[in-house]
C-alpha cells in the first residue's frame, strides 16, 4: 500500500479537511462542503477528483447511501502522524483538571477515578486508567485482626492510600497477645519495603525473631506461605473507568446493537485490560481502529499516556470512537498524565 510520504500536498490538505470535516459532524464529506469550507483554492471538481485519489489508496471511502467520503483508520493514522497540529490546553481545562483531582493526594485510586471522569467529561470520551501494579507499591502498616478460632484478617496499608485485605489460615487459636507481637515483628521488618521485595526476602527478615509464646509458629505460616501471602496478583493493573454516558451520546452509539457492544467492554475490563498493560512505559500511544490487536476495539481508538511516580507506574487516557478531535484529546490526556504523577510524588 503506499506511504504517507507518496501523498501530494493537495492530497493532504484534502485529507485533512474530510478528518476534520467528519470529526465534527459525524456525516461524510462531500466535495461542495470541502470548497466552502476550507478555501483551499481549488474547484469542487478538482477536490472530488482528488478524494477519488484517496479513496483508491484507502483514505477514505464511500458509503453507499451518501455522495460525500469517511475517512478510514489509515486516513486518521496520516492525519495524527503527518497533519495534525496539537490543539493548546486552554486554561478552562486546566482549572477543571486540577479542580477534579483536588483532595486525591492520599489514594492512589481515588486519584485516579476521578482523572478518568474529569478527562471523560472534557473529551466526551470514555475516561480510562490503569492503576499501578501492587506489587510495586511499598508497604506502610500491617494489622492481623483475629476474626474466628482458625483465621485472621491480614489488612495491608500501602503507600498512596490502597488497602487490601486477605484471611490467613491458622491451625489452631493464637493468644491475642501472640498476634500482637507478630503484628509488631511484622511491621518492624516488613514496613518501608515493596510487596516484591518482601516475598524474594521474608524468610531472611523473620528468621531470628523470637515473640511470645505461640507467635513463632505464626510466623512460621508467614515464611512458609510467603509467596502466597503477600501475592495480590488479581489486583495487578487494574483497570478504572469514567462514565461510558459520554460515549453513549454519541451518533456511533445510537443503535441498540453498538450500545451492547460498548456495555460489554465496560462491564468485562479484561479486554482493557489487556490492550492497556503494554503502555505502562511507552509515553504517549495512540492506537486506532484495526490497529489495536484485538478486533473487538477495532472501531475504537485508544489514546493513552503513561505517568510514574517513584516506583508507581500505570496508564491515564481515553477511549472512543475512531472519530475524535485528536488535536485537542492529546494534549488534555498528557497535561492529566503529568498532573497524577505531580500528585502521587
Known amino acids: 500500500m503506499p506511504t504517507p510520504e507518496q501523498l501530494s500536498e493537495r492530497e493532504l490538505r484534502v485529507l485533512e479537511a474530510v ?35 484517496l479513496e483508491e489508496k484507502g483514505y477514505l471511502f464511500h458509503p453507499h447511501t451518501s455522495a ?53 467529561v472534557l473529551t466526551q470520551e470514555l475516561g480510562v486508567a490503569v492503576a499501578p501494579a501492587l506489587d510495586e507499591m511499598v508497604l506502610e502498616r500491617l494489622e492481623l ?63 531470628d525473631a523470637g515473640g511470645a509464646q505461640g507467635g513463632r509458629e505464626l510466623l512460621n505460616i508467614f515464611i512458609a506461605e510467603a509467596e502466597e501471602i503477600f501475592d495480590l496478583a488479581d489486583d495487578q493493573g487494574a ?7 459520554m460515549l453513549a451520546d454519541q451518533p456511533e452509539f445510537a443503535s441498540n446493537v453498538r450500545m451492547r457492544e ?23 500511544s495512540i492506537t486506532i481502529g484495526a490497529e489495536n490487536s484485538d478486533a473487538r476495539l477495532s472501531d475504537f481508538t485508544l489514546v493513552t499516556a503513561s505517568y510514574e511516580a517513584g516506583a508507581l507506574r500505570g496508564v491515564i487516557g481515553v477511549m472512543g470512537p475512531t472519530r475524535m478531535p485528536y488535536d485537542k484529546i492529546i494534549g488534555l490526556v498528557e497535561h492529566t498524565s503529568r498532573l497524577v504523577e505531580d500528585l502521587l510524588e
Open 19 to 53: 478528518v476534520q470535516t467528519y470529526i465534527e459532524t459525524a456525516e461524510p464529506a462531500g466535495s461542495q462542503t470541502i470548497a466552502r469550507r476550507f478555501g483551499l483554492g481549488v474547484s469542487p471538481a478538482t477536490i472530488r477528483n482528488t478524494m477519488s485519489e
Open 68 to 120: 460525500g467520503r469517511i475517512p478510514t483508520d489509515r486516513a486518521y493514522r496520516v492525519y495524527v502522524n503527518e497533519i495534525m497540529r496539537l490543539a493548546p490546553l486552554s486554561s478552562e481545562a486546566h482549572h477543571t483538571l486540577q479542580a477534579g483531582l483536588l483532595g486525591s493526594r492520599s489514594a492512589v485510586e481515588e486519584l485516579l477515578r476521578r482523572a478518568a471522569q474529569v478527562l471523560g
Open 145 to 207: 485482626v483475629p476474626v474466628s478460632a482458625e483465621r485472621l484478617l491480614l489488612v495491608f496499608n500501602l503507600r498512596s492510600g490502597v488497602v487490601r485485605t486477605i484471611f490467613v489460615e491458622v491451625p489452631g487459636r493464637v493468644g491475642a497477645e501472640a498476634v500482637q507481637d507478630v503484628s509488631r515483628i511484622l511491621n518492624e521488618r516488613l514496613a518501608g519495603h515493596t510487596l516484591q521485595q518482601i516475598r524474594s526476602t521474608l524468610p531472611e527478615r523473620l528468621r
Open 239 to 245: 483497570v478504572v473507568l469514567g462514565s461510558a454516558q
Open 262 to 284: 460498548l456495555l460489554r467492554l465496560t462491564e468485562g475490563r479484561d479486554l482493557l485490560k489487556r490492550a492497556l498493560a503494554s503502555r505502562r512505559e511507552n509515553g504517549v
